[in-house]
Nanobody, 117 residues
Framework: VQLQASGGGLVQPGGSLRLSCAAS????????MGWYRRAPGKERDMVAR???????YYGDFVKGRFTISRSTAENTVLLQMHNLEPEDTALYYC????????????WGQGTQVTVSS
């Protein structure tokens, strides 16, 4: 499984970005997909995930600013981010997991998001 993350970049505070995670296989194979992020010197945070049921979960810091969605037709998961803050600056990784008695994860290469004026 390959996951190709894209959409990161430099944006001013209050701006928006849309991250995309394209899978090399049908995303119907996965029980859940989403995004983590890691900022320098900080712990990894779960940003958002979407389950095969359609249920979505977000990190507490998201506070309604981000929306995760998926397209089974395009085998992609999107993360729309609005009202970005400097604290959102991090490397964002997409992941895809399926349950096989334990969670088995695949990871994308990461896309950098930098929020700065």
């Amino acid at each position: 499984v390959q996951l190709q993350a894209s959409g990161g970049g430099l944006v001013q505070p209050g701006g928006s970005l849309r991250l995309s995670c394209a899978a090399s296989v049908s995303i119907s194979n996965f029980d859940r997909m989403g995004w983590y992020r890691r900022a320098p010197g900080k712990e990894r945070d779960m940003v958002a995930r979407i389950h095969s049921s359609g249920d979505t979960y977000y990190g507490d810091f998201v506070k309604g600013r981000f929306t995760i969605s998926r397209s089974t037709a395009e085998n992609t998961v999107l993360l729309q981010m609005h009202n970005l803050e400097p604290e959102d600056t991090a490397l964002y990784y997409c992941f895809a997991e399926h349950w096989d008695g334990r969670w088995v994860a695949s990871w994308g290469q990461g896309t950098q998001v930098t929020v700065s004026s």
